[in-house]
């Protein structure tokens, strides 16, 4: 039978990462009945899960080419997703960071090692996944469509940035019309992501583009000592500029970029008169910078 790349989704990161998800619904309460409905398996099969040792789980993922911290972000996502009942969401989730990982070429050397045949200059597993900004970007707003992010918008509301590869203009960033507020008490876009919908976050990422090519997407918190705390405690490497009272877009993007050729997860504008101090969480895409900030988020809520 022909082997296929896709496999490694199927039949290595999907039951290893069901366990830990299960393990952490568990550690949370819930019943195995329930575990299995969230899932989607069997109560027997929770039970399976349930009596694995949750380092072989994570060792198996690990061989297959995720780091830890992919791994954390990977279950911490999925387990925010299944239990707020929100499964086809959860599906896509995953279906998606499996596609990007074969497609960046990540699972190939566990690949070959359990598949002799498969040549060192095979490539095929680029095609697999076609970037879609659009799609990312309304992925990454439902994972932070949680509690406990709503207590990082800040007054003057936050936004959620994507830009193309070969960005050069406003137009070239998606962004949300409007921003992300807290309605109902999640934060909420006003309007589906458009091309242009934010000339602050857009000026920021053609800036910081300049001198770190690697962070296309950018996010916008608020800042106080606890969101700093969070921050360091989360081992994410933060810079801070400011304070400064200038509080045009240009002025801004100018500022953040100045720190930013090292790459740092996130730049803290310390605000001036008039303007608020913000976190710019920064990653190589949406769904990253959506991680980073629910990590954050989580960590706030624990410390109070």
């Given at each position: 039978?022909?082997d296929?790349?896709?496999?490694?989704?199927?039949?290595?990161?999907?039951?290893?990462?069901?366990?830990?998800?299960?393990?952490?619904?568990?550690?949370?309460g819930?019943?195995?009945?329930?575990i299995?409905?969230?899932?989607g398996?069997?109560?027997?099969?929770?039970?399976?899960?349930l009596?694995?040792?949750?380092d072989?789980?994570?060792?198996?993922l690990?061989?297959?080419?995720?780091?830890?911290?992919?791994?954390?972000?990977?279950?911490?996502?999925?387990?925010?997703?299944?239990?707020?009942?929100?499964?086809?969401?959860?599906?896509?989730?995953?279906?998606?960071?499996?596609?990007m990982?074969?497609?960046q070429?990540?699972?190939?050397?566990?690949?070959?090692?359990?598949?002799?045949?498969?040549?060192?200059?095979?490539?095929?597993?680029?095609?697999?996944?076609?970037e879609?900004?659009?799609?990312?970007?309304?992925?990454?707003l439902?994972l932070?469509?949680n509690?406990?992010?709503?207590?990082?918008?800040p007054?003057?509301?936050?936004n959620?940035?994507?830009?193309?590869?070969?960005?050069?203009?406003?137009?070239d960033?998606?962004?949300?019309?409007?921003r992300?507020?807290?309605?109902?008490?999640?934060?909420?876009?006003a309007?589906?992501?458009?091309?242009?919908?934010?000339?602050?976050?857009?000026?920021?990422?053609?800036?910081?583009?300049?001198k770190?090519?690697?962070?296309?997407?950018?996010?916008?918190?608020?800042?106080?000592?606890?969101?700093?705390?969070a921050?360091?405690?989360?081992?994410?490497?933060?810079?801070?500029v400011g304070?400064?009272?200038?509080?045009?877009?240009?002025?801004?993007?100018?500022?953040?970029?100045?720190?930013?050729?090292?790459?740092p997860?996130?730049?803290?504008?310390?605000g001036?008169?008039?303007?608020?101090?913000?976190c710019?969480?920064?990653?190589?895409?949406?769904?990253?910078?959506?991680?980073?900030?629910?990590?954050?988020?989580?960590?706030?809520?624990?410390?109070?």
């Amino acid at each position: 039978m022909l082997d296929t790349p896709l496999s490694l989704i199927t039949d290595i990161l999907l039951p290893n990462v069901r366990g830990l998800v299960a393990k952490r619904l568990r550690a949370q309460g819930m019943s195995q009945n329930r575990i299995a409905v969230l899932v989607g398996v069997t109560q027997p099969a929770i039970k399976q899960y349930l009596d694995e040792d949750e380092d072989d789980l994570r060792g198996k993922l690990g061989e297959a080419g995720l780091s830890n911290e992919e791994i954390d972000s990977l279950v911490s996502n999925l387990v925010s997703l299944v239990s707020s009942g929100r499964k086809e969401e959860a599906s896509l989730y995953f279906t998606t960071f499996g596609l990007m990982m074969l497609s960046q070429l990540k699972l190939c050397n566990f690949h070959r090692r359990v598949n002799s045949s498969i040549s060192s200059d095979c490539r095929i597993c680029q095609s697999l996944y076609k970037e879609d900004e659009e799609s990312q970007l309304q992925l990454a707003l439902s994972l932070l469509r949680n509690e406990s992010v709503s207590k990082l918008i800040p007054e003057i509301l936050s936004n959620l940035a994507y830009s193309k590869r070969d960005a050069r203009e406003i137009l070239d960033v998606l962004a949300i019309p409007g921003r992300i507020a807290v309605i109902g008490g999640v934060p909420t876009p006003a309007s589906r992501p458009t091309w242009g919908g934010s000339r602050h976050l857009a000026t920021i990422l053609l800036e910081t583009r300049r001198k770190c090519e690697r962070w296309r997407s950018v996010m916008n918190i608020k800042y106080d000592e606890k969101v700093e705390e969070a921050i360091l405690k989360s081992g994410l490497r933060l810079v801070k500029v400011g304070p400064s009272d200038r509080r045009d877009d240009q002025s801004i993007a100018n500022m953040v970029a100045s720190v930013i050729s090292s790459c740092p997860d996130v730049v803290v504008h310390l605000g001036g008169n008039g303007v608020e101090p913000n976190c710019y969480i920064f990653g190589e895409n949406p769904l990253e910078v959506s991680s980073k900030v629910n990590k954050i988020a989580k960590l706030c809520c624990e410390s109070s």
